[in-house]
């Protein structure tokens, strides 16, 4: 499913969130969104699943205004894993997941086989199975999100919105999620803090500051050191291993020489940053 922003603004007490920004994610594109806090990332993901309605400009999926279509359409197509989603910590995994298949139910609907299907699938896929009858609420925060994300995939949806989907997780989880993600053959938006993640998962990369779209294209081409420094207002070094893309990030020197920040003094005294400095 391809998703078009088309000079998308949003504005809160007068001052804008997002600033015309136009964006197309084609179908089965991995596009991961990156910039500072406050640059507009979870703004942006809102209009795409309907929380949020742009001011001006529009959202579509398929050539249709978002907002044409009926909202309970919009929920069988477009999955979500929010940054901060609270479910019923009473509930247990299994019965967590099970709300996926809601937009696909009516009123008075039970869970069919093709349902029940759908949810073993997305605990298979998560790793959950052995967690179903586990309450929520007695989980780690990274098992919460694994969760939350297989209530997501329960949902069988063809756009996925996922906003700091590895929050909580530790390295070898966020490798899995973001593995899982990327093989699903879904078009999916993400909001990314972790550059080195961005670079080596997304197809594209868009690079947002004070809510409007500075750059767009492949990770390679986008994340430069000069950008990444521009946009962070940090020091970077990018690195290419022949495995993937990654980056070293330092403090912008930008105080007193008597109160400089270690890794400033080191630089300013050409030595590596890992040196020591007495």
Same mark, same amino acid.
């Given at each position: 499913?391809?998703?078009?922003?088309?000079?998308?603004?949003?504005a809160?007490?007068?001052?804008?969130?997002l600033?015309?920004?136009?964006?197309?994610v084609?179908?089965?594109?991995?596009?991961?969104?990156?910039?500072?806090?406050?640059s507009?990332?979870?703004?942006l993901?809102?209009?795409?699943?309907?929380?949020?309605?742009?001011?001006?400009?529009?959202?579509?999926?398929?050539?249709?205004?978002?907002?044409?279509?009926?909202a309970?359409?919009?929920?069988?197509?477009?999955?979500?894993l929010?940054?901060?989603?609270?479910t019923?910590?009473?509930?247990?995994?299994?019965?967590?997941?099970?709300?996926?298949?809601?937009?696909? /139910?009516? !009123?008075?609907?039970r869970?069919?086989? +093709?349902?029940?299907?759908?949810?073993?699938?997305? @605990? $298979?896929?998560? #790793?959950?199975?052995a967690?179903?009858?586990?309450?929520?609420?007695?989980?780690?925060?990274?098992?919460r999100?694994?969760?939350?994300?297989?209530?997501?995939?329960?949902?069988?949806?063809r756009?996925?919105?996922?906003?700091?989907?590895?929050?909580?997780?530790d390295?070898?989880h966020?490798l899995?999620?973001?593995?899982?993600?990327?093989?699903?053959?879904?078009?999916?938006?993400?909001?990314?803090?972790? /550059?080195d !993640?961005?670079?080596?998962?997304?197809d +594209?990369?868009?690079?947002?500051?004070?809510g409007? @779209? $500075?750059?767009? #294209?492949?990770?390679?081409?986008?994340?430069?050191?000069?950008?990444i420094?521009?946009?962070?207002?940090?020091?970077?070094?990018?690195?290419?291993?022949?495995?993937?893309?990654r980056?070293?990030?330092?403090?912008?020197?930008?105080?007193?020489?008597?109160?400089?920040?270690?890794?400033?003094r080191?630089?300013?005294?050409?030595?590596?940053?890992?040196?020591?400095?007495?």
């Open positions: 499913m391809r998703l078009d922003l088309d000079s998308v603004r949003v809160l007490g007068g001052r804008p969130i600033d015309r920004v136009s964006l197309t084609h179908s089965g594109q991995f596009v991961a969104l990156v910039g500072p806090n406050g507009g990332k979870s703004t993901l809102r209009t795409v699943y309907r929380a949020r309605r742009p001011d001006s400009g529009t959202v579509r999926l398929d050539g249709r205004d978002l907002w044409s279509v009926p309970a359409e919009t929920a069988r197509h477009v999955g979500v929010m940054q901060e989603q609270h019923g910590f009473e509930f247990t995994v299994a019965e967590t997941v099970a709300l996926g298949r809601t937009p696909h /139910l009516g !009123l008075f609907d869970l069919t086989g +093709t349902d029940q299907a759908a949810i073993d699938d997305a @605990l $298979v896929r998560t #790793g959950l199975t967690f179903t009858g586990r309450r929520v609420g007695d989980l780690s925060g990274g098992e999100q694994r969760v939350l994300l297989a209530r997501a995939l329960a949902q069988q949806p756009v996925l919105v996922l906003d700091e989907p590895t929050n909580h997780l390295p070898r966020q899995d999620l973001l593995e899982l993600v990327r093989d699903l053959g879904v078009t999916v938006v993400a909001a990314l803090h972790s /550059l !993640l961005a670079a080596t998962y997304a +594209t990369t868009a690079v947002l500051q004070n409007r @779209l $500075v750059a767009h #294209g492949r990770p390679a081409d986008v994340l430069t050191a000069e950008r420094g521009e946009v962070f207002e940090v020091d970077a070094t990018v690195h290419d291993d022949g495995g993937g893309t980056f070293v990030l330092r403090p912008r020197c930008v105080c007193p020489d008597e109160r400089c920040h270690w890794s400033c080191t630089r300013r005294a050409g030595v590596g940053a890992d040196a020591p400095v007495s």
